[in-house]
């Protein structure tokens, strides 16, 4: 199980803020991200919208805007998917197996391919300062 909590952003229960703890075995161990989530009108029919507050160095993550490239999230969604999955399989798989071959930070997927140490040394180099 992943290690999380959970922030309401208003009254309702739409728009939250989840502190999620980096993965164990990944070199994002040790930070901890604020991903803002938006639940739309037709969720669980429509995937929510997530992305990183803070600054994270991935290749599937905007750098500048938090955006997050993943394919369960953005184009098979599905409604037997929920939150849980979100934050207890999607995002640590996201952090555990960057995929470079589809990025939304070029500069952080084309150092992953060249120098791998160099990637995780830069990505232990965000962890901290964001």
Same mark, same amino acid.
């Not at 939250?16 to 604020?34: A, D, M």
């Not at 739309?40 to 429509?46: G, K, L, S």
């Given at each position: 199980?992943?290690?999380?909590?959970?922030?309401?952003?208003?009254?309702?229960?739409?728009?939250?803020?989840?502190?999620?703890?980096?993965?164990?075995? #990944? /070199?994002?161990?040790?930070? &901890?991200?604020?991903?803002? $989530?938006?639940? +739309?009108?037709?969720?669980? %029919?429509?995937? =929510? *919208?997530?992305?990183?507050?803070?600054?994270?160095?991935?290749?599937?993550?905007?750098?500048?805007?938090?955006?997050?490239?993943?394919?369960?999230?953005?184009?098979?969604? #599905? /409604?037997?998917?929920?939150? &849980?999955?979100?934050?207890? $399989?999607?995002? +640590?798989?996201?952090?555990? %197996?960057?995929? =470079? *071959?589809?990025?939304?930070?070029?500069?952080?997927?084309?150092?992953?391919?060249?120098?791998?140490?160099?990637?995780?040394?830069?990505?232990?180099?965000?962890?901290?300062? #964001?």
């Amino acid at each position: 199980m992943s290690d999380y909590k959970v922030e309401l952003i208003n009254d309702g229960m739409q728009e939250f803020y989840v502190h999620f703890n980096g993965p164990n075995e #990944s /070199p994002y161990h040790g930070g &901890v991200w604020r991903i803002r $989530v938006e639940l +739309p009108d037709a969720y669980p %029919y429509r995937s =929510p *919208s997530i992305g990183f507050v803070n600054k994270i160095y991935h290749p599937n993550v905007d750098e500048m805007s938090g955006s997050v490239c993943l394919d369960v999230i953005n184009q098979t969604w #599905s /409604p037997m998917f929920d939150l &849980v999955n979100v934050f207890e $399989v999607f995002i +640590p798989q996201l952090l555990l %197996y960057p995929n =470079p *071959s589809d990025p939304l930070n070029g500069e952080a997927a084309a150092l992953m391919m060249r120098d791998k140490p160099a990637y995780e040394q830069r990505v232990k180099g965000h962890l901290f300062s #964001s």
